[in-house]
């Protein structure tokens, strides 16, 4: 049976996460030699309206590219929680933005809040690596790829001025995982 992992990140149109989708699905299939393909949704509402990118990743060739049983969601907002945590495998994973989130989702999954969007604020400066910031929390909770391979694909796609911030971005999103994963 080959190992198929699926992931789902949502939140609103132009938080990034299509980027971290594509970003995950790099990292997975040129970094690490594995399968992987990207899809992506929007509302009809683009900007601002739930969106939702999904990946999938696979020691063997992806017969069916959409997600079926998520392992691992992530929800930025309380919109896309309740539109997309839902699908969830019995024992996956969710990882919500604790400040845009308040009435969490029910079912046979994990949970793990982290205030995404203040972290980017507060501790970087920028929101707009917030998306950096999850996708590096959410390849420290799943594993599904390497640490290195995430930032290497983080860094293939970023401008030559922002590695840097980015570079900072994907490792606060690992440690503040890695740290509550630890408690």
Request: hydrophobic share 45%.
């Amino acid at each position: 049976m080959a190992e198929r992992y699926e992931l789902r990140f949502s939140g609103a149109g132009g938080q990034g996460l299509i980027t971290a989708g594509i970003i995950l699905a790099e990292a997975a299939s040129i970094v690490d030699d594995k399968y992987a393909v990207q899809s992506q949704s929007y509302g009809p509402e683009a900007r601002g309206g739930a969106s939702k990118a999904e990946v999938i990743i696979s020691d063997e060739p992806i017969d069916y590219p959409k997600a079926t049983v998520v392992d691992a969601c992530l929800a930025m907002t309380q919109e896309a929680a309740d539109k997309y945590a839902v699908g969830i495998k019995p024992g996956g994973l969710l990882l919500i933005d604790t400040d845009f989130v308040k009435n969490v989702p029910k079912g046979d999954f994990k949970v793990y809040d982290m205030p995404i969007i203040r972290t980017a604020k507060v501790e970087i400066g920028r929101e707009i690596v917030a998306n950096v910031i999850a996708l590096g929390a959410m390849i420290a909770l799943t594993d599904v790829v390497s640490r290195e391979s995430g930032e290497k694909a983080v860094l293939r796609k970023v401008p030559e001025a922002f590695i840097d911030l980015n570079k900072k971005a994907y490792s606060l999103g690992f440690e503040k995982v890695k740290e509550l994963l630890a408690k």
